[in-house]
Structures are given as C-alpha cells and as structure tokens.
C-alpha cells in the first residue's frame, strides 16, 4: 500500500488514540476525532485497531459521530484488521448508507471467504438507495456465485458506474467475456469519475484487451499507469499476456502527450490564451487536455511566456496545473524552463510526485544532455514511474549506461523494461 500521503497529521499514536477516545462534547474546537482515525492507518498495532473498534461501536447518530465511524470502518479495511471482521458485519444493517458502504468496501480489503458474511453483502442488492457498486465489486473479488443472478439485474442500471460494476461481475463470474466491450466504452463517458471507475472494471474483469483503450483514456496518467500496471501483473504472472505486448501502451502514457488520447470533449470556436491556460487548472484531466492540445496547435508562439506568468502566479502550488505546465514546456521544446524543470524533477513534495516523472520527459524532449547527471540521481528513488521516466528520458537523450544497474531492480515492471532493453539490443547484433 503507498501511504505517501497517510502522515499528514502531526499526532502520535497515543494521542491519536486518546483524541479518538474522547467524548464529542469534551473536545476543543481545535480537535477533530475524524483525524485521529485518519491517522491511526499509520499504526498497525492492537492498540490502534481496538481504538478504531471502540469507535465503530460508538452509535451516537449525530452527524459527527457518523462520519468519525465512517471513517473507523475504512481505516479498519486499510489495516486489513480481521479481529473486526464481526464489528464491521454488524455495520452492513447500519441506516446510514456511508457507513453500510466503508463496511462492505472494508470487508472487500480484510478478505472473507465466510459465506455468511458474504451473503449479508449479496442481501444488500435487494435493499433500496445503496452503493451497489461497491457492493458488486466486494461479491465479485471473493467470487461469490450465489449473488451472479442479483448482480445482473444491474447490467442495464441507469447509473453507467454501476452498470459496468455490474457487466465486469457477470462476465468475470461467468467467464464470458462478450460484453466487455460495453465496459471498454465507457472510458469516453462525458464524466471524469465514469471514466476512472471503468478502468477500475476493467482491472477488476482483468481484461487485458482493454490496454491499448485505456492508454487513449483522457484522464489523469496516474489512474491510465495504475490500470496498464495491475492488468499488466497479472497478465505477465498468469502468462496470458508479454511486457512486449503492454510496453507501447504504458510508455505512450508516460510520455503523455495530449493528441495521444481520445479526448470526449471540444471547443466550438478555438479560445483565447488567456482561456486555455485557465483550462490547464480544470479537475477533470480530459478538459486539460483539451486546452494543452489547442496550446500547442494554435499558441505555440506565445505559450512559453503565458506559461511562465501562470506557474509564477499559481500553478507553482497547484499540483495539477503544475503538471501540464511542466509537460507543456517538453512538447514546446523549450529549453530556457530548464532550470524549472530541474526544480520539479526533485520536488518531493508528496503531491508532486507525478510532476517529477513528467519533468523527466520533458528534459528528454527539450534534448537537455547536461541534465543527465540530474536524471541518473532519480534512479535511487522508489517511485516507480519516476524511475522508468528517467529511463525513457535518458534514451532519448542517447545515454543507455544505467540499464546494467537495474538488472536485479526491486520493482519487477523496472526489470521488465531492462530485460526487454536486453532483449532488442541482442535482436539487433
């Protein structure tokens, strides 16, 4: 589990307990018993999963007591803590749907095979005004098969979320995979989050055709990398599929170019600057994409001092914009942003972190050879697709020395890349 961003809270873990403990009346308007349970995912131990189960048990029904046992229950879930197995049960008969929802999706990371417990999940199909999504994904990952002919009453459900759960649990259950193209489709839903959770289905059914789709996907790289990755380790572990058959895919996402994608939404008339650099700070990728896109085609010119005034004002604490500014400067070739590019291929700030891997090929791209010495530092670092970004980068810049150093690398997808370095350097003696 990547927990990067976990310790945000400046608590121990006692007094992460003891705030946790504390009545909601007797704390201070400084204290939040949500954080606390936040924070608790930091401490693995039988002290901090009884704290969290004592909150779950806590049935005070004021609003913020709910949303504390909310988030108990999934901190449970990320601590995998099978000793609260039964007081997270009990929660699947809970009136608030956010709680019945964190319960089943923590059911889903503990892991059951008990069928009863799993037919107290399948029941909640019946129920009315329930995330059926999360519940159709838990049924399916334990591949529970009583609970087949109630997930596909959900096939043609007018939420297309839902729909896809469902589609990507019949076909996964049944083993007939004919209509996975439905799924595959809804990666241009007109929605963001469609959009992601449909890769997520695609994971799920590990449907491995979908690769090259979900490349093309506009939404952010991170959820494209984390798609193409764990179908990829399946793939490669169960023998169905070659790191040669994904290796186009996933490097044409790291390298993410904007007219790489299947962009779902367009401009009547071509704006104006000043417009589409507002466009790089939207949170849905797909329309960042878009005014990237429509910036190199049509502002080439000028986009370099636009950029420049943007990442001063604000995109240098806005990770988002950020990260197309970034990118922007290597499409352009623009090598006087080196000096911001070196700043943000080391910025370890934790919501930085893609910016890093997009620095990496925009050095590449601007054909900056003095950066390699800053580019072969990042290669100590444990981010994965960091690492394979600086591969890429120095590739293009004509420097292949590093391969030998990541033969034994601890991330199998950086091996992957080296053996198949190996591999296509020998073809060609």
């Not at 999940?121 to 334990?142: C, E, G, S």
């Not at 004919?178 to 241009?188: A, N």
């Not at 922007?328 to 590019?341: E, N, R, T």
């Amino acid at each position: 589990m990547d927990k990067r961003f976990f310790n945000l809270f400046n608590l121990t873990e006692e007094q992460a307990i003891a705030l946790l403990d504390t009545p909601q009346d007797q704390l201070s308007e400084d204290d939040s018993r949500y954080i606390a349970a936040s924070h608790l995912v930091n401490f693995p131990t039988e002290r901090s999963i009884n704290a969290l189960m004592r909150a779950v048990q806590q049935t005070d029904p004021s609003l913020d007591n709910r949303i504390v046992r909310r988030k108990s229950v999934e901190t449970l879930g990320r601590l995998q803590a099978k000793v609260a197995l039964g007081v997270i049960r009990d929660c699947l008969s809970d009136e608030d749907c956010y709680t019945v929802e964190n319960a089943v999706w923590a059911i889903g990371e503990i892991g059951t095979q008990d069928p009863d417990i799993l037919e107290d999940v399948a029941q909640l199909l019946d129920k009315p005004k329930q995330t059926y999504r999360v519940i159709i994904h838990t049924l399916t990952k334990f591949n529970y098969q009583p609970a087949l002919e109630r997930i596909r009453k959900f096939v043609d459900d007018t939420d297309p979320p839902t729909a896809s759960a469902a589609i990507a649990a019949v076909c996964r259950l049944t083993r007939d995979y004919s209509q996975m193209e439905k799924v595959v489709g809804m990666l241009q839903n007109p929605s963001v989050l469609g959009r992601r959770l449909s890769i997520q289905d695609l994971i799920d059914a590990r449907y491995y055709d979908a690769i090259p789709h979900i490349a093309r996907c506009p939404v952010s790289l991170v959820f494209r990398l984390r798609g193409i990755r764990m179908l990829a380790e399946a793939g490669i572990s169960s023998g169905a599929i070659n790191f040669a058959k994904i290796q186009p895919h996933l490097e044409q996402t790291l390298r993410d170019r904007p007219e790489d994608l299947n962009l779902v939404h367009k401009y009547s008339d071509i704006p104006d600057m000043a417009f589409l650099i507002r466009g790089l700070y939207e949170t849905d990728f797909g329309r960042c994409y878009l005014a990237a896109k429509t910036i190199l085609e049509h502002y080439a010119d000028v986009a370099p001092q636009a950029l420049f005034a943007t990442y001063d004002e604000e995109a240098k604490s806005d990770y988002g914009a950020h990260f197309h500014v970034v990118k922007l400067f290597g499409w352009l070739k623009h090598a006087p942003a080196y000096d911001l590019l070196i700043e943000a291929l080391h910025n370890k700030q934790p919501q930085f972190q893609k910016s890093r891997a997009a620095a990496a090929i925009a050095l590449g791209e601007i054909g900056a050879t003095s950066a390699i010495k800053e580019l072969k530092a990042c290669l100590e670092t444990n981010i994965w697709d960091l690492k394979y970004a600086v591969l890429m980068a120095l590739e293009k810049l004509g420097d292949t020395s590093s391969y030998e150093m990541l033969v034994n690398d601890r991330d199998w997808l950086i091996r992957e890349k080296v053996l198949y370095k190996r591999c296509s350097a020998t073809s060609q003696i």
